[in-house]
């Protein structure tokens, strides 16, 4: 039997909805003929008729989103293109995130496209698709790097779309970082970065291994990929292994904000100057899930208390509304330690306002 297809923001909608599955994919870059004249198609993503392919039916892909190689995907025309890297193989304590993307794709069958808090619906604005998952080395971090990043190089209009990496350990954000840093016309001095995590991640080397997920920020401002004086570190809380772990921040100009400094206030000033200052300029997201109280999420390597509840974590990505995103991913899910599927879920949500960060500056 073939499934119909419904406009962007009626999927769930009562009405009769057997004449509509000839809606075209939008395709915003280009226009056809009808009636003797040019006329732009619909802009957004077509997703499947929940009254004919109940949500826990059909295939998993993030959202529901099309596939990225369907033949009716107009890949000059997307948006956003959402790929796994399941890889763990940088972890310093529990493995298990390499499971990740595919936890996070079955929780979020049941994310719906209106962002009610935003008034933005991102199926009606944004042209998606999911790209399925990047190759990966399993013995290698710097091979899976090398690999993810010249896979996410292919996906989608270079001049276009953005990519959003859903991992796999916090390793995997700098190739996302840096496929991103070249199709955004590879800036100087590297991408601001809005860094949402209980740790630094700017360790030099770990047991001699310098690809870890406790350096990928260190390597992309290496690399000049990211630009350490418009770099903003939220929720970071913990003891560390030694005061020294600060040093290699505060000498390039990163800036840091606790978990307490967030609940006194003095973050959240913080933060709202940063977004201020960015202004018009394209900033990358990166979003630890231990960035979250292991309470609300448990489902992460290396968990840590005091962290962000989950509607503090919701709340926290809905202030950035405003900024120009450049890319971004997620990470750290392991859904081993995830018995009730509470941190897939609300990674999956996370990543939907991530989208719909976009969708609200689009419309």
Partial sequence: MMVSAIPPGQEDAPDDVSGVSSFPLAKPSRTREHGGMDHEPPRGTRLPNARQTPRFAGVTTFCRFPMLDDASTDVDALDWVVYGIPYDGGVTFRPGARFGPRAIRAASQYVKPYHLELDVDIAATLHMADAGDAPVRPYSTQETLEAAAAFAA?????????????????SIAYANIKATWERRGRPEGGLPLLHFDAHLDTADVVWDEKWTHASPFIRAIEDGLINPRKMLSVGIRGPLNTSSDLDYGTEQGIRIITARQWET?????????????????????????????????????????????????LELVRRCAGVRLAGADLVEVLPDRDPTGATALLASHLLAEILALDALKRS
């Avoid at 779309?161 to 350990?169: I, Q, W």
Wanted: some cysteine.
């Fill in 154 to 170: 292919t996906l989608g209009n270079p001049d276009r779309t953005k990519l959003l990496a859903v991992g796999g350990d916090h």
């Fill in 265 to 313: 206030g003095e973050g959240i000033e913080r933060m709202d100057a940063f977004l201020a200052e960015l202004g018009e300029e394209e900033v990358y997201l990166t979003f630890d899930i231990d960035c979250i109280d292991p309470a609300f999420a448990p489902g992460t390597g290396t968990p840590c208390p005091g962290g962000f509840s989950s509607n503090e974590a």
